[in-house]
């Protein structure tokens, strides 16, 4: 099972930091492009290259990458090879993938998201679901008939996925905040998050079903760890958000588990401020991330090394 690989990872690399792989060309240095211009590379093989490196100076440090599939469509035809070309990259270096789609759709619908991206689409005989992840985000306010079709293929086929609860955003509370019947519409995606977890419990006593929770919202993080306690959660808003360390603690569990922390722009655009290559300052951000995390664990007693 993929939570069961991920924890692992996470042991392994004693890092709980997922590093977002959204590329953009306007932020990439002007060096790297006009070279790979010069070179005549595709925009796809200018996207990927830019992933590479990132991955290539992060891999033996994280146990996990998140590319947001918006950053690939925006490209088109050629973002979306990059993206395809990314995934198989980053699983080849050991690194657990998740996909960033925030899918979902009519149960019918849903169904094809879930075969896109966690299932096995074949054509003559060939697996044709390019996108094959371990991962993805899901928008679970359409209702439990859409979120159920993604459950049955990771029932299958082991992959995980995470239900957007509450998003790191300055407007999540709009809806995810409001009450009905005493009860925040984020706690009822929390209960449907436990009702859905049957049979995903892996061996280190984590299901398979997640819930996205922003760094932005440290008590609703706190509150959050408890509602769905054997859930992991994906924490997006460290760094250029203006998440810490110390605001991501209240997510982790007794274990030293149970929260994986994303940073993108403040990871794969770190040469700006540590003035190194891309690769080279990326490493460094990672680094300097993984301390003030496992120290701000420490303070609380939930390191877990
Ligand atoms: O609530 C959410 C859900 C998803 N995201 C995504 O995470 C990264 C954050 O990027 P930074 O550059 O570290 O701010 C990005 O892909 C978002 O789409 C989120 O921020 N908040």
Not at 13 to 38: A, C, T, Y
Not at 59 to 80: F, N, S, T
Not at 117 to 127: I, Y
Not at 234 to 260: C, E, H, R, T
Request: glycine content about 8%; overall charge positive.
């Amino acid at each position: 099972m993929i939570i069961d690989k991920l924890i692992e990872k996470v042991d392994l690399k004693k890092s709980h930091i997922v590093v977002g792989l959204d590329p953009r060309i306007e932020l990439m240095p002007e060096n790297f492009i006009s070279k790979k211009i010069r070179e005549g590379a595709s925009l796809s093989n200018i996207l990927f290259e830019f992933n590479k490196k990132i991955i290539d100076s992060v891999y033996d440090l994280v146990p996990a990458v998140k590319p947001q599939v918006a950053y690939y469509e925006m490209y088109g035809i050629e973002g979306m090879i990059a993206f395809r070309d990314t995934i198989k990259y980053a699983k080849e270096k050991g690194l657990i993938v998740i996909s960033d789609v925030k899918r979902s759709d009519i149960g019918s619908t849903s169904k094809a998201y879930s075969n896109a991206h966690l299932g096995k689409v074949l054509f003559s005989g060939k697996q044709v679901n390019d996108f094959k992840t371990d991962a993805v985000t899901i928008n679970p306010y359409l209702g439990s008939d859409t979120v159920k079709e993604f459950i049955e293929d990771i029932k299958e086929d082991g992959g995980m996925i995470f239900l957007l609860v509450k998003t790191s955003n300055k407007s999540s509370g709009e809806i995810q905040d409001r009450i009905s019947n005493n009860k925040k519409i984020y706690e009822y995606v929390c209960a449907s998050i436990n009702s859905f977890a049957d049979d995903t419990l892996g061996k280190n006593n984590y299901h398979s079903i997640g819930a996205v929770t922003g760094a932005t919202y440290s008590s609703e993080l706190s509150q959050i760890r408890k509602l769905i306690p054997r859930s992991y959660l994906l924490v997006p808003g460290y760094g250029a958000q203006g998440g810490k360390g110390s605001d991501v603690v209240s997510g982790f569990n007794k274990d030293g588990l149970g929260a994986l922390v994303n940073s993108s722009r403040g990871i794969i655009y770190a040469f700006n401020r540590i003035g190194k290559n891309i690769g080279e300052s990326a490493r460094i951000a990672v680094k300097e991330m993984n301390e003030d995390i496992n120290l701000n664990l420490k303070n609380v007693n939930k390191y877990r090394w």
